[in-house]
């Protein structure tokens, strides 16, 4: 009957909680303190059970969410090169710079 829970991509975990909120959205976050990761929400159609809901969102986020976050970051970088090109920044600042971004991006998706 009920759909099997996916691990969390970012951190493997499987312990997840239902969050919900007014105008009956709910989504799973991912209960390591060191990730959670969430959602997305999702709304609750009827008297659907909110945990189906929300796993079923779960569920089906990695891939839409990684197809995503790789244009995003083509894009960033896109920027990124054209910035530190207009600087003429030598091979190794414009690297380490872009690194860094990278790195910065990484962590905060990790967070959200
Ligand atoms: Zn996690």
């Known amino acids: 009957?009920?759909?099997?829970?996916k691990p969390c991509p970012w951190c493997k975990g499987?312990?997840?909680?239902?969050?919900e909120r007014s105008h009956n959205n709910v989504m799973l976050v991912c209960e390591n303190n060191n990730c959670r990761a969430e959602g997305p929400w999702a709304k609750i159609e009827g008297d659907a059970d909110p945990y189906t809901?929300?796993?079923k969102a779960w569920n089906t986020r990695p891939a839409k969410n990684l197809e995503k976050l790789a244009d995003d970051k083509a894009e960033k970088i896109i920027e990124w090169i054209t910035i530190a090109d207009s600087n003429e920044e030598s091979h190794h600042t414009i690297k380490k710079v872009i690194s860094g971004l990278i790195l910065k991006a990484l962590k905060q998706e990790v967070q959200s």
């Open 1 to 5: 009957m009920s759909e099997e829970l």
């Open 14 to 19: 499987t312990e997840l909680s239902l969050s």
């Open 53 to 55: 809901i929300a796993l």
